[in-house]
């Protein structure tokens, strides 16, 4: 199956679903976080939408009905998603990786703790191709 291409608003119902698990829509909506000067979340029928985008996306599937409230799961994983937009965002720099981690170590958002982290994987990598 395609992953499904996840506009802004959707990864954020998306990252409800993941974070909270199966979710009513009114659920969905009450988690979302105050916007800038305090603008009120997407009203109930704008997630309503959404929602019911991503069901035809097959991105969540309804699990079960609770009074006349349908609940709803992530049908796709975080990683998967994850995976897809880093491969895309690759995609755009030619698959060079290195013009995105020297962004990142140039605007400091990569942690000293980070850095040890991709190093450490990098060895493990390296180790792992000699071995074969």
């Given amino acids: 199956m395609a992953l499904p291409k996840l506009t802004k608003l959707e990864l954020q119902i998306m990252e409800t679903l993941w974070s ?6 009114r659920a ?3 988690a979302f976080p105050r916007r800038a000067r305090g603008a009120p979340p997407p009203a109930y029928t704008t997630v309503q939408t959404i ?15 609770v009074g006349n409230a349908h609940v709803f799961e992530a049908a796709i994983s975080r990683d998967l998603v994850r995976g897809r937009m880093i491969d895309e965002l690759l995609g755009f720099f030619g698959g060079r990786a290195l013009p995105i981690m020297a962004h990142l170590i140039d605007s400091r958002k990569l942690t000293p ?5 991709a190093r450490k994987a990098l060895r493990d990598l390296a180790r792992k191709d000699k071995g074969q």
Avoid: F, H, M, N
Wanted: glycine share 4%; no cysteine; hydrophobic share 30%.
């Fill in 28 to 30: 969905i909506q009450e």
């Fill in 20 to 25: 909270q698990g199966p979710s009513s829509i």
């Fill in 113 to 117: 703790d980070e850095v040890r982290e």
């Fill in 51 to 65: 929602v019911y985008r991503l069901e035809w996306k097959k991105a969540v599937r309804r699990t079960k009905k």
